[in-house]
């Protein structure tokens, strides 16, 4: 079945620090990749998303992130965060079984000092 | 943000009580989806609906039923629940289901429904 893992379960990182979080997925398919964000007491937003073409993407708010097939990972970075970008990120490929189905990780909470 | 509205955002229910949980998107999207998000568990797959007609059953327990009367709503009724399935559940939208690739793939998430099972 396909499964996709996010190693880090909860970051703590001062402001200004680099941010990598990784994901992995097992799929051997075409897929999909998202990084969705949760911000204490809203929805999940959509951060980015690579569909095909230059493996490195770049969403909102300065992340970014690169898609390794060798590897098959998707991790998220971002060069320096802010206290605003404390938040819960989930890491979700899109696989095609007849129809689209989205399958999550456990997701990584990331809690920023100022 | 409105695209993906539900209510209510808070249920607090006995096992006994028969509820509904409602979800209304207002992006001309022609699927839309039941997950369930519990703690420390990825989020679930429970329902799929393309152009009302449901697609994907993931495994769940019948004292879940969802009902999609039409593109743009969807509804989540629930009876005899057991308190493991206090959670947050999410409904999301997306442009079709069954599109290979492209951004019809890409989700829109409602703020969920803060259900607790006493």
């Known amino acids: 079945a396909q499964s996709v893992s996010q190693h880090n379960h909860h970051v703590i990182l001062s402001e200004a620090a680099s941010l990598e979080l990784g994901c992995n997925y097992s799929y051997g398919g075409t897929v999909n990749l998202f990084w969705y964000v949760q911000y204490p007491g809203q929805h999940l937003q959509l951060l980015l998303k690579y569909f095909s073409g230059d493996p490195l993407v770049k969403g909102i708010k300065g992340f970014e992130a690169e898609f390794i097939k060798s590897k098959f990972s998707f991790n998220l970075r971002k060069p320096s965060v802010q206290w605003s970008d404390t938040a819960e990120y989930f890491c979700a490929v899109n696989v095609n079984t007849g129809f689209q189905k989205l399958v999550f990780g456990t997701g990584t909470r990331l809690l920023v000092s100022p | 943000e409105t695209g993906v509205t539900q209510t209510p955002r808070h249920l607090v229910m006995g096992m006994t009580n028969k509820k509904s949980l409602k979800c209304e998107q207002h992006?001309?999207?022609?699927?839309m989806y039941w997950y369930k998000q519990s703690a420390k568990k990825p989020l679930e797959l429970m329902f799929v609906y393309n152009f009302k007609e449901q697609t994907e059953n993931n495994s769940v327990p019948s004292r879940f039923s969802p009902e999609c009367p039409n593109s743009s709503h969807l509804f989540l009724h629930l009876h005899t629940l057991q308190p493991e399935d206090s959670a947050l559940y999410l409904c999301?939208?997306?442009?079709?289901?069954?599109?290979?690739?492209?951004?019809?793939?890409?989700?829109?998430f409602g703020p969920g429904t803060r259900l607790t099972v006493l």
């Open positions: 999301a939208s997306s442009q079709d289901s069954l599109a290979l690739t492209g951004d019809h793939n890409e989700q829109f």
């Open positions: 992006l001309g999207h022609n699927a």
